[in-house]
């Protein structure tokens, strides 16, 4: 009764929010694959390659210094969960892209992420406005168990593609699936057609 009644709550308040098959929960867990890796801010970097005129580094320092931007969104998990209404603080992918020279080949991107994780996203899902380099939510630092140092947010897919504890940026010309859909997720991961498994 009492599931059934919070449930009704949520339905009420968030409507179309909750996409398909998914039930609102106000904790926000942890999932990934591995450990959560142990990170020396002094020997971080992020890169940015592959398809470009001209590879870049940041140092953490440096990275954060970027113009900063703020994103509210609802976080959609494969695993049945969503997360409605979070603030996350970093930087725009649209604004690092300023920085950034592609080469006209480029069409996707590969997440690379600390021991090895890699998502992929088509570059014109990752120039959406909501897409963010993120280090904080709702006001404080995100923790290392949810991706600090960094993270990417991608709203409108499936929280598998908001890549924790990220290193760098690749683009290419062809689609290189990554960790979780070579292992039977999605390649496209919309949460609102349930484009969960392949
Ligand atoms: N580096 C890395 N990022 C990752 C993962 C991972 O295994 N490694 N798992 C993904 C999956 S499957 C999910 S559901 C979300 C979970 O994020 P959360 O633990 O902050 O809820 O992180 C995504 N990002
Ligand atoms: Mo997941």
């Known amino acids: ?7 009704k709550a949520f339905q009420e308040r968030y409507g179309k929010r909750i996409p ?4 609102v929960t106000e904790k926000w867990p942890v999932l990934h ?3 959560v890796p142990k990170v020396d801010l002094a020997k971080w970097d992020f890169r940015v390659f592959g398809e470009v005129e001209e590879e870049l580094r940041f140092t953490y320092e440096e990275f954060t210094a970027l113009p900063a931007a703020e994103v509210k969104c609802d976080i959609h998990c494969v695993t049945h969960w969503s997360r409605m209404d979070n603030a996350f603080h970093g930087v725009s992918f649209k604004e690092l892209m300023k920085r950034v020279r592609l080469k006209p ?4 991107a590969v997440l690379h992420c600390e021991q090895g994780y890699t998502t992929n996203l088509p570059l014109e899902a990752c120039m ?16 290392p168990e949810h991706g600090w140092p960094l993270r990417l947010i991608v709203p409108k897919r499936y929280f598998w593609k908001s890549a924790k504890w990220v290193r760098g940026i690749e683009f290419s010309a062809v689609d290189k699936p990554g960790f979780w859909e070579v292992n039977g997720y999605h390649n496209n991961a919309d949460p609102f057609t349930e484009e969960r498994y392949s």
């Open 128 to 143: 959406d406005d909501d897409v963010l380099w993120a280090w904080k939510h709702d006001g404080k630092d995100i923790t």
């Open 20 to 23: 398909p098959g998914q039930t």
């Open 1 to 7: 009764m009492a599931v059934f009644s919070r449930k």
């Open 33 to 35: 694959h591995g450990s």
């Open 105 to 108: 080949a480029a069409r996707f």
